[in-house]
């Protein structure tokens, strides 16, 4: 619930200096631990709460002024909402999982609408997860502004203004949007204002105008007019200091690519759904806390880049509809699960979820039998295990998990034939073991693949002494049961195998 140093850094510093709003230091026992939030990180007994981090210390030395305590009194009381608004949500609970959110509004929905078969208890419960999350995004709301306000009260603190009147200046200041920043608000200088006019003039003349690049523009505003450029297919606006893409942008029938990375922008338009024709997809670096729902309307999207933003979660269907996608890069983000629907991208070569906050990973995910590179590197104290349905990843030749607490492989994992590049540095592995892991890529897949065999071998030989009746005790009937043993598990070696004979193959006959 409190704003994070990445994102808020005036609004966090300033929380942290007020001793009523400091963060509690008692970790959640295991029956408060909540998989879908992030993990309560216990400060150094050597680190005073008051302590400055790195961030800190950056943040002072762009902004010296922070340490002048009239700075501070004046910023404190700017943002005494937010204390408020944090004591409220201290008390109403944590953000629930979007997944419960989206059901809980599919139940709402059909409630009001006159679904006899939905009891009024369950639809009331429904309704209060629904105003949890509202009143989550409202908090959200609440820390932009309060972000924007106290650069205003610092702003007019350097310039000399009165900090008597500093509440005043901020009230004022509330609501007011880029323009407000000065004559420097608009779309650039001169000659990016001749260059945007001259695209659009273009494309009004009836020229074909099919691809727009204006990288590094230092844009601020992205006019309504781009959206009705008829066969664009191209447009790439990346490296501006855009905030707001115009709902008009849904109006590009033919584009198939966008880039709008690097870029100031909170969230996208719901109408980006209407890209029917959208291959490409970049919006990274940005600041997103979300996704918008219709972006899984973008069906023939081949690559989606997400990355560097504030993502906590992903569209409860994405996976459902982005079946072309081959692509998804999602690092450096605050994931802290993927939906299952993620399971249903049979088309997804490459996952790069690295930087993450991931408690684990959906288990059907070895239903995505395309995929060949895959990134979990540096999910530090979130990620421990890997679902068992992971050995069926039989096409992944590129796998990191790097700096995780993974204690055990899962015993399928030596299913993997055709893996090639593995790092699996900084885990505490107790299976395989260190000595294995040591010795690369070749030596892990051949640990795992006999332990592996050795537990179908065991549970063959228990399914066949619990079937086979303890009077069968002549030398024929052992013999029978014998033979029998050895087909049936050679069969089920065969099968976990892929039913060709191979090398592996040869070497089981021996075996046996």
Same mark, same amino acid.
């Given at each position: 619930?409190?704003?994070?140093?990445?994102?808020?850094?005036?609004?966090?510093?300033?929380?942290?200096?007020?001793?009523?709003?400091?963060?509690?230091?008692?970790?959640?026992?295991?029956?408060?631990?909540?998989?879908?939030?992030?993990?309560?990180?216990?400060?150094?007994?050597?680190?005073?709460?008051?302590?400055?981090?790195?961030?800190?210390?950056?943040?002072?030395?762009?902004?010296?002024?922070?340490?002048?305590?009239? @700075?501070?009194?004046?910023?404190?009381?700017?943002?005494?909402?937010?204390?408020?608004? /944090?004591?409220?949500?201290?008390?109403?609970?944590?953000?629930?999982?979007?997944?419960?959110?989206?059901?809980?509004?599919?139940?709402?929905?059909?409630?009001?609408?006159?679904?006899?078969?939905?009891?009024?208890?369950?639809?009331?419960?429904? /309704?209060?997860?629904?105003?949890?999350?509202?009143?989550?995004?409202?908090?959200?709301?609440?820390?932009?502004?309060? #972000?924007?306000?106290?650069?205003?009260?610092?702003?007019?603190?350097?310039?000399?203004?009165?900090?008597?009147?500093? &509440?005043?200046?901020?009230?004022?200041?509330?609501?007011?949007?880029?323009?407000?920043?000065?004559?420097?608000?608009?779309?650039?200088?001169?000659?990016?204002?001749?260059?945007?006019?001259?695209?659009?003039?273009?494309? &009004? #003349?009836?020229?074909?105008? &099919?691809?727009?690049?204006?990288?590094?523009?230092?844009?601020?505003?992205?006019?309504?007019?781009?959206? /009705?450029?008829?066969?664009?297919?191209?447009?790439?606006?990346?490296?501006?200091?855009?905030?707001?893409?115009?709902?008009?942008?849904?109006?590009?029938?033919?584009?198939? #690519?966008?880039?709008?990375?690097?870029?100031?922008?909170?969230?996208?338009?719901?109408?980006?759904?209407?890209?029917?024709?959208?291959?490409?997809?970049?919006?990274?670096?940005?600041?997103? /806390?979300?996704?918008?729902?219709?972006?899984?309307?973008?069906?023939?999207?081949?690559?989606?880049? @997400?990355?560097?933003?504030?993502?906590?979660?992903?569209?409860?269907?994405?996976?459902?509809?982005?079946?072309?996608?081959?692509?998804?890069?999602?690092?450096?983000?605050?994931?802290?699960?993927?939906?299952?629907?993620?399971?249903?991208?049979?088309?997804?070569?490459?996952? $790069?979820?690295?930087?993450?906050?991931?408690?684990?990973?959906?288990?059907?995910?070895?239903?995505?039998?395309?995929?060949?590179?895959?990134?979990?590197?540096?999910?530090?104290? $979130?990620?421990? &295990?890997?679902?068992?349905?992971?050995?069926?990843?039989?096409?992944?030749?590129?796998?990191?998990?790097?700096?995780?607490?993974?204690?055990?492989?899962?015993?399928?994992?030596?299913?993997?034939?055709?893996?090639?590049?593995?790092?699996?540095?900084?885990?505490?592995?107790?299976?395989?073991?260190?000595?294995?892991?040591?010795?690369?890529?070749?030596?892990?897949?051949?640990?795992?693949?006999?332990?592996?065999?050795?537990?179908?071998?065991?549970?063959?030989?228990?399914?066949?002494?619990?079937?086979?009746?303890?009077?069968?005790?002549?030398?024929?009937?052992?013999?029978?049961?014998?033979?029998?043993?050895?087909?049936?598990?050679?069969?089920?070696?065969?099968?976990?195998?892929?039913?060709?004979?191979?090398?592996?193959?040869?070497?089981?006959?021996?075996?046996?």
């Amino acid at each position: 619930m409190d704003p994070a140093p990445q994102t808020h850094p005036i609004l966090s510093y300033v929380l942290s200096r007020i001793p009523t709003l400091a963060k509690p230091n008692k970790a959640p026992t295991s029956s408060e631990f909540d998989i879908e939030q992030p993990p309560v990180h216990t400060p150094s007994p050597r680190t005073t709460p008051s302590s400055p981090s790195a961030g800190e210390f950056e943040l002072v030395e762009r902004m010296p002024g922070l340490r002048h305590p009239s @700075v501070l009194r004046a910023m404190t009381r700017a943002v005494a909402d937010v204390s408020a608004a /944090r004591a409220a949500l201290q008390v109403l609970g944590p953000r629930p999982d979007h997944e419960l959110v989206d059901s809980s509004r599919a139940i709402v929905a059909a409630a009001e609408a006159g679904d006899a078969r939905i009891p009024e208890a369950d639809a009331e419960a429904c /309704r209060a997860v629904v105003r949890l999350e509202e009143t989550h995004d409202a908090y959200e709301a609440l820390l932009h502004e309060a #972000e924007a306000r106290l650069e205003r009260v610092y702003r007019s603190a350097m310039e000399g203004t009165d900090l008597d009147d500093d &509440e005043a200046a901020a009230e004022s200041g509330k609501g007011e949007g880029p323009a407000a920043a000065g004559p420097e608000g608009g779309a650039g200088d001169a000659a990016v204002q001749e260059e945007v006019v001259a695209v659009l003039k273009q494309a &009004e #003349e009836g020229k074909p105008v &099919e691809s727009v690049r204006l990288v590094d523009r230092q844009l601020r505003q992205l006019p309504e007019a781009f959206g /009705r450029i008829l066969g664009l297919r191209v447009l790439d606006v990346s490296r501006n200091q855009l905030e707001v893409i115009p709902d008009a942008i849904g109006g590009l029938d033919h584009l198939e #690519e966008l880039c709008l990375a690097a870029n100031a922008l909170i969230s996208l338009p719901d109408t980006i759904g209407l890209l029917s024709n959208l291959k490409i997809l970049n919006v990274s670096s940005n600041r997103l /806390r979300a996704l918008p729902d219709s972006i899984s309307k973008c069906r023939l999207l081949v690559e989606l880049d @997400v990355s560097y933003n504030g993502l906590a979660y992903l569209p409860t269907n994405i996976g459902y509809e982005l079946i072309n996608l081959r692509k998804l890069w999602i690092h450096m983000n605050k994931l802290r699960s993927l939906p299952s629907s993620v399971c249903e991208m049979t088309s997804l070569y490459l996952l $790069d979820a690295h930087f993450n906050e991931l408690c684990g990973l959906p288990s059907a995910f070895g239903k995505l039998s395309s995929l060949e590179i895959l990134n979990l590197s540096s999910n530090f104290s $979130d990620l421990k &295990e890997l679902p068992s349905s992971f050995g069926d990843l039989l096409n992944l030749r590129e796998l990191d998990l790097s700096n995780n607490q993974i204690h055990a492989l899962p015993d399928t994992f030596g299913r993997l034939d055709k893996l090639e590049k593995l790092n699996l540095e900084q885990n505490p592995l107790a299976i395989p073991p260190e000595a294995i892991v040591n010795k690369g890529v070749d030596a892990v897949k051949e640990y795992m693949s006999k332990r592996w065999l050795d537990i179908l071998l065991e549970e063959e030989q228990r399914r066949i002494e619990a079937e086979t009746p303890q009077a069968s005790s002549t030398p024929k009937a052992w013999l029978d049961r014998s033979v029998s043993w050895v087909t049936g598990v050679s069969g089920s070696l065969v099968g976990y195998l892929g039913g060709n004979k191979s090398e592996k193959d040869a070497y089981l006959d021996q075996q046996f």
